[in-house]
């Protein structure tokens, strides 16, 4: 059989099986058929002499699900983005919308306790995307739940997990008043499904010493508890210059055989609606900020002072702001934001943000994208930053911590691996092997390259030459394919 597309003469690594040779890749109605070298021309064949060829990068913590944010992320090497840690309710509606528009990659979607908890706790119906963040600092919604009101939670979970949920995810950092039973009674549930739990975690002890009970330990706890797969978002954001204390803490829970996994990424900063209960001008001081350590997307600006943020918060609860935790051009605080991806089977993970424009937002299907939004320069960078600085280094020789392989692997294979257990789709990702989905990123290694900033957030990266989702060509010659939308989504099978 002539296959579709030969990839020709590229390094080939495989995340799974350590394979770093030089090869061709054929591919046949969406699926890889041939990894070998001096393989039949294709009816597409492209040469990919010194470029790498590997596996499509999956992101677990994505919260681009339009059409323009989700091109950058193609730029970047990502061929899979799933909304786990916020999640969505109800999940059947977010899969028939994301089916109806089109994407340029893979999506899926766990369901939401956050939402689900808006719904029970506060009679707030749910919403799509991030619209609902400036609804968490309700009153309503930060109060303790009665039983009652769990079951009801639980009941709207156990509904979208029937239908395909991918997880559940749970933003308890946004509400410091939920009793940790609760968290617990989630968790066993995720358990009795077989899927993951996504959590942002409670605030640290150390942060708040008044906190119901501290974030990490409550993580561990309920995975030895339950039994549950605990995967810990963003550990890096949550963690702060605590971050030591936060991974031994994991660490010996894993060791004691508790399903525990986690993420990063490579950024110093985090960005979420101004109006999150831990953004408040008296609590600011618990994570060592101050006003002007908050940029609000909408504007642009460096907000001033605490009667700004106020103001803001009281007016656009909901409006994204970045938040500067470290300090990336500092050593000490580089070495800090390093530790948490360089912790063992750590993933790569860019909980990229929506673009927020400053006026009418273009078409969706608008490229090149007009100046002017504002988003996280993760949204755009994550991965090759990733590259860059794990494999790379920073003097870009190569001579990373993780080297190329590992680094690879933390980005496609490691993330498949998670979800795996659930979700069938994933055991033919994160793999460059015969029978698995042609999901796979072409780059120059001497080349690849971040290049979004805090001032120029939506810039793409450099030195990705190709992206293939399902077998189609979505990046081409370093160039965006417009037309091409053949992503599919990723579901869990129901228990």
């Known amino acids: 059989m002539t296959a579709d597309i030969v990839l020709r003469g590229g390094r080939v690594i495989d995340p799974e099986t350590g394979t770093d040779q030089l090869m061709d890749v054929a591919i046949v109605g969406g699926r890889i058929t041939e990894v070998g070298a001096g393989l039949s021309p294709g009816l597409v064949s492209v040469d990919v002499g010194g470029q790498v060829v590997t596996a499509g990068f999956i992101d677990l913590h994505s919260h681009t699900n339009d059409i323009p944010g989700l091109r950058l992320r193609v730029l970047d090497g990502v061929t899979t983005a799933l909304e786990l ?45 991030l619209d609902f963040l400036g609804s968490l600092s309700s009153p309503a919604f930060q109060r303790a739940a009665s039983q009652a009101e769990i079951g009801s939670m639980l009941n709207r979970l156990s509904a979208d997990l029937a239908d395909g949920a991918i997880g559940i995810g749970l933003l308890l950092g946004y509400s410091p008043g939920t009793e940790p039973e609760e968290y617990v009674q989630v968790a066993a549930l995720a358990a009795e499904a077989g899927v993951p739990t996504f959590t942002h975690a409670r605030d640290l002890i150390e942060l708040v010493p008044g906190t119901l009970m501290d974030g990490a330990e409550e993580i561990v706890r309920a995975a030895s508890e339950t039994g549950a797969h605990m995967h810990y978002c963003h550990i890096n954001s949550t963690s702060h210059r605590h971050i030591d204390r936060v991974l031994e803490l994991v660490a010996r829970a894993q060791a004691a055989g508790s399903r525990i996994t986690t993420e990063a990424y490579p950024y110093g900063s985090g960005m979420t609606g101004i109006g999150a209960a831990f953004l ?84 969706r299907l608008t490229w090149p994208l007009p100046d002017g939004a504002v988003t996280h320069p993760r949204t755009a960078g994550t991965y ?38 659930r979700v069938p789709a994933m055991r033919r990702k994160g793999r460059v092997q015969p029978g698995c989905d042609a999901d796979i990123v072409v780059f120059d290694p001497a080349t690849v390259t971040d290049q979004a900033t805090y001032a120029q957030t ?32 990723v579901r869990a099978v129901p228990s």
């Open 384 to 421: 090759a930053r990733a590259l860059r600085l794990l494999a790379g280094g920073e003097s870009g020789d190569g001579t990373g911590p993780l080297g190329l392989t590992e680094t690879l692997r933390r980005c496609s294979l490691l993330p498949a691996e998670i979800l795996a257990g």
């Open 280 to 363: 408040a001008p008296e609590r600011l001081g618990e994570r060592g900020l101050t006003p002007q350590d908050l940029t609000y997307a909408p504007t642009g600006e460096q907000v001033a002072d605490a009667a700004r943020l106020r103001e803001l918060r009281a007016t656009d609860p909901g409006g994204l702001a970045i938040i500067r935790h470290l300090n990336e051009d500092d050593p000490a605080d580089f070495d800090i934001m390093l530790r948490s991806l360089l912790f063992p089977d750590a993933v790569v993970a860019s909980d990229a943000m929506p673009l927020t424009w400053p006026g009418t937002p273009p078409g």
């Open 458 to 489: 939506m810039r793409p990266s450099i030195g990705i030459r190709h992206v293939l989702v399902n077998g189609s060509f979505v990046v081409r010659d370093s160039d965006l394919v417009t037309d091409s939308l053949p992503g599919k989504p």
């Open 85 to 129: 840690e916020a999640g969505v309710v109800p999940v059947e509606a977010a899969y028939h919308r994301a089916a109806a528009e089109g994407r340029p990659l893979n999506y899926g979607f766990a369901t939401s306790w956050a939402l689900a908890r808006l719904e029970a706790v506060a009679g707030i119906a749910p919403t799509s995307g």
